[in-house]
């Protein structure tokens, strides 16, 4: 692995059973090291600067951030950390926007047994590891201020998608922003391909797990 050394890891994750069970899993084998471990994004960039770890394991959503708005940064200053990112859920806009904000790795919660061994093993080779992603390397949406993502989403269409994740109906959008109710399903409809998502519910997972509907104060409720 590390020439010959256990390879050196941090995991942050907010639900502290799976935290502890990914540490379990792999530090019981000898061939990884805990140096540190957190639950919210504003503990990570001091966590990661202070141990100097092999690998950053950071799930996307922890608390009401997105974990994916750090690695820009991490990338940065640390350029010798492989950051590999997990998430619950299993679609190519977690990939694409995991790939656009720079990560080396991506695994989903239900692979974490045999995926994370795999993806630590590729990053520390120096390779890039996501999955069955059937070669899909497009940018995708992550929200304003943060780099490291290529938009996706034209202005209307992250107003609607904000919208729909707020619960609110396709009526009501179009009534909110002056526009027809045949636009507001033409925009919900471009946002999903252009993510790569096939349902309204599928959409609304991944904007709340990447943090898409932050800085949306303005919004009515």
Same mark, same amino acid.
């Given at each position: 692995?590390?020439?010959?050394?256990?390879?050196?890891?941090?995991?942050?994750?907010?639900?502290?059973?799976?935290?502890?069970?990914?540490?379990?899993?792999? +530090?019981?084998?000898?061939?990884?090291?805990?140096?540190?471990?957190?639950?919210?994004?504003?503990?990570?960039?001091?966590?990661?600067?202070?141990?100097?770890?092999?690998?950053?394991?950071?799930? @996307?959503?922890? !608390? /009401?951030?997105?974990?994916?708005?750090?690695?820009?940064?991490?990338?940065?200053? +640390?350029?010798?950390?492989?950051?590999?990112?997990?998430?619950?859920?299993?679609?190519?806009?977690?990939?694409?926007?995991?790939?656009?904000?720079?990560?080396?790795?991506?695994?989903?919660?239900?692979?974490?047994?045999?995926?994370?061994?795999?993806?630590?093993?590729?990053?520390?080779?120096?390779?890039?590891?996501?999955?069955?992603?059937? !070669?899909?390397?497009?940018?995708?949406?992550?929200?304003?201020?943060?780099? !490291?993502?290529?938009?996706?989403?034209?202005?209307?269409?992250?107003?609607?998608?904000?919208? @729909?994740?707020?619960?609110?109906?396709?009526?009501?959008?179009?009534?909110?922003?002056?526009?027809? @109710?045949?636009?507001?399903? *033409?925009?919900?409809?471009? *946002?999903? /391909?252009?993510?790569?998502?096939?349902?309204?519910?599928?959409?609304?997972?991944?904007?709340?797990?990447?943090?898409?509907? !932050?800085?949306?104060? /303005?919004?009515?409720?």
């Amino acid at each position: 692995m590390a020439e010959g050394r256990a390879v050196r890891l941090v995991v942050v994750d907010d639900h502290s059973l799976f935290r502890r069970g990914v540490i379990d899993l792999l +530090c019981s084998s000898g061939e990884y090291e805990l140096v540190g471990e957190a639950e919210s994004v504003s503990e990570i960039a001091e966590l990661v600067h202070r141990t100097r770890p092999d690998v950053a394991l950071i799930d @996307i959503r922890l !608390g /009401q951030d997105s974990g994916l708005a750090v690695v820009p940064a991490l990338r940065k200053t +640390c350029p010798e950390v492989r950051i590999i990112i997990v998430t619950m859920y299993d679609a190519p806009a977690f990939r694409r926007s995991a790939r656009a904000a720079g990560a080396h790795g991506f695994v989903t919660k239900r692979d974490a047994d045999t995926g994370l061994p795999l993806a630590i093993r590729a990053v520390m080779a120096g390779r890039d590891y996501f999955g069955d992603d059937r !070669g899909d390397r497009g940018g995708a949406y992550l929200p304003p201020g943060r780099s !490291g993502g290529v938009p996706a989403l034209a202005d209307r269409e992250l107003e609607v998608v904000r919208y @729909i994740v707020r619960g609110h109906t396709n009526r009501s959008i179009a009534a909110r922003l002056g526009i027809s @109710i045949k636009s507001v399903e *033409s925009y919900r409809a471009r *946002s999903m /391909q252009k993510l790569g998502l096939s349902t309204r519910v599928d959409l609304v997972r991944y904007a709340l797990e990447v943090g898409l509907i !932050g800085g949306d104060e /303005q919004l009515d409720e």
